[in-house]
């Protein structure tokens, strides 16, 4: 395909998390692309469902999924993967949660790697070496990489905006730096988080749960251009916008790029 994109969740990040991190490259971020601080989440805003929503541009209520317990929807919508894969694109996947890999349906994706968060130490950088080896070697159309540990380790075992939280938003955002600059102009790249939290917990629906960041990358979006009124829901058909994809009709986000 002609236009390639790389999409990175880092699962957890508040926006006064990835604010108050201490890494420069935020500060690069909105310099060379567009952002926004107030994007809205769905609800209940837990990882899984968040996911759901975020490949399928429907809410909990449509797709089913409402824990991350996963369970085969009614009324099947295809996802991103899926269209992509309909298309004749080729995806990947990385990722350090085992549930994550029910968003994608047997035989969408080309390549996938998953590395327990839980068992093992620096997950997030390894499945970032991981994605980086794959798209100088095999440039793939699509690249979902899944950082959890901000999630995991920080918000759930040291509380949300503890130091430690901030200490692994950190280094999840050098990872996305190292991304970029692989990415080079072949691809739009696209950071954002799946939803927030508060205290050790999240999926209610408080501000501190409901309202991420997101950054984006690449030739189609203006550098230092604050963006305002973008949901969840908006990811995949923006990223189906720019790959020139036609979306499924269920599908009820919009393009951030417009028609």
């Given amino acids: 395909m002609e236009n390639k994109v790389i999409l990175i969740s880092i699962d957890g990040m508040r926006p006064d998390g990835v604010k108050n991190c201490g890494n420069p490259y935020v500060e690069e971020l909105m310099k060379i692309g567009s ?20 490949f399928h541009s429907i809410p909990p209520e449509r797709h089913g999924i409402t824990t991350n317990l996963y369970m085969p929807p009614v009324r099947p919508v295809d996802g991103l993967f899926e269209v992509i894969k309909n298309a004749g694109g080729r995806s990947a996947m990385y990722y350090g949660w085992e549930p994550i890999r029910d968003i994608a349906r047997p035989l ?16 997030d ?12 070697e095999e440039k793939p159309d699509f690249v979902f990489l899944y950082m959890v540990e901000t999630d995991e380790k920080g918000g759930h075992d040291n509380g949300w905006m503890s130091d430690t939280y901030l200490n692994i938003i950190s ?34 629906d408080m501000p ?23 949901s969840l829901l908006d990811i995949a058909p923006t990223i189906a916008n720019i790959m020139k994809l036609s979306v499924p009709r269920e599908w009820e986000g919009k393009s951030i790029l417009g028609e």
């Fill in 108 to 123: 969408s994706l080309k390549a996938s790697e998953y590395i327990s968060a839980r068992a093992f130490d620096d997950t």
């Fill in 171 to 204: 280094t999840a955002i050098g990872n996305v730096k190292r991304v970029v600059k692989e990415a080079g102009e072949e691809y739009t790249v696209i950071v954002t988080a799946d939803h927030g939290g508060h205290d050790r917990a999240h999926g209610t």
């Fill in 35 to 54: 952002f926004t601080f107030d994007a809205r989440t769905v609800y209940p805003s837990v990882t899984l469902p968040c996911h759901m929503s975020m």
């Fill in 208 to 230: 501190e749960d409901m309202t991420i960041p997101m950054f984006f990358v690449g030739k189609e979006f203006k550098p230092g251009k604050e963006l305002h009124g973008i």
């Fill in 125 to 136: 950088t390894k499945l970032a070496d991981s994605a980086i080896k794959h798209i100088k």
